[in-house]
T-cell receptor, first 111, second 114 residues
Framework: DAKTTQPPSMDCAEGRAANLPCNHSTISGNEYVYWYRQIHSQGPQYIIHGLKNNETNEMASLIITEDRKSSTLILPHATLRDTAVYYCIVRGPYNTDKLIFGTGTRLQVFP | EPEVTQTPSHQVTQMGQEVILRCVPISNHLYFYWYRQILGQKVEFLVSFYNNEISEKSEIFDDQFSVERPDGSNFTLKIRSTKLEDSAMYFC????????????FGQGTRLTVV
């Protein structure tokens, strides 16, 4: 599985967009980018995933660069409840079922 | 919204004792997982289970660990002889398919070995 690099921490003002970057320069052609978050030692929560096209759901948007070497998770209007550790995970669809969690980005949303 | 349920939320056990952690995955899911997180550390994969057998396991998942789906709804993790270093949050997860689909996690069982 490709390795990912994320900043250890970020701050965001409530109501503003939170843009969380992830580098995955060794990603291969059939590997997806997944985003999960973990709010204060609760179970990880799925947010979104994508292969090469940008994706949007009710929680967030995922922007993947054309070369697929990096991506950005966007929380369009961050709230205090979005304070969490955000994990960017790269995984192939066929070679494994497991998720490999790194240290993620600790996002602090402040009032 | 369907969710993965884990019981108990907190278990305290003496070193050397056996523990069973229980999970009820989402009902139409076919793939089941256990992960653990030692306090302050990363979430670590333990095992995946599909079609009544282990499909993948990590080096953490040694002979002291076993998993079972005894009745078609529960999914259990047994630790035969607990050690102090088994103290962690244990998360169960399930997914509708393997590989490329999202996994849904339970809220975890905090295991404390004393």
């Amino acid at each position: 599985d490709a390795k990912t690099t994320q900043p250890p921490s970020m701050d965001c003002a409530e109501g503003r967009a939170a843009n969380l970057p992830c580098n995955h320069s060794t990603i291969s052609g059939n590997e997806y980018v997944y985003w999960y978050r973990q709010i204060h030692s609760q179970g990880p929560q799925y947010i979104i995933h994508g292969l090469k096209n940008n994706e949007t759901n009710e929680m967030a948007s995922l922007i993947i660069t054309e070369d697929r070497k990096s991506s950005t998770l966007i929380l369009p209007h961050a709230t205090l409840r979005d304070t969490a550790v955000y994990y960017c995970i790269v995984r192939g669809p066929y070679n494994t079922d497991k998720l490999i969690f790194g240290t993620g980005t600790r996002l602090q949303v402040f009032p | 919204e369907p969710e993965v349920t884990q019981t108990p939320s907190h278990q305290v056990t003496q070193m050397g004792q056996e523990v069973i952690l229980r999970c009820v995955p989402i009902s139409n899911h076919l793939y089941f997982y256990w992960y653990r997180q030692i306090l302050g550390q990363k979430v670590e994969f333990l095992v995946s289970f599909y079609n009544n057998e282990i499909s993948e396991k990590s080096e953490i998942f040694d002979d002291q660990f076993s998993v079972e789906r005894p009745d078609g709804s529960n999914f259990t993790l047994k630790i035969r002889s607990t050690k102090l270093e088994d103290s962690a949050m244990y998360f169960c997860a399930s997914s509708r398919e393997g590989g490329g689909t999202e996994a849904f996690f339970g809220q975890g069982t905090r295991l404390t070995v004393v």
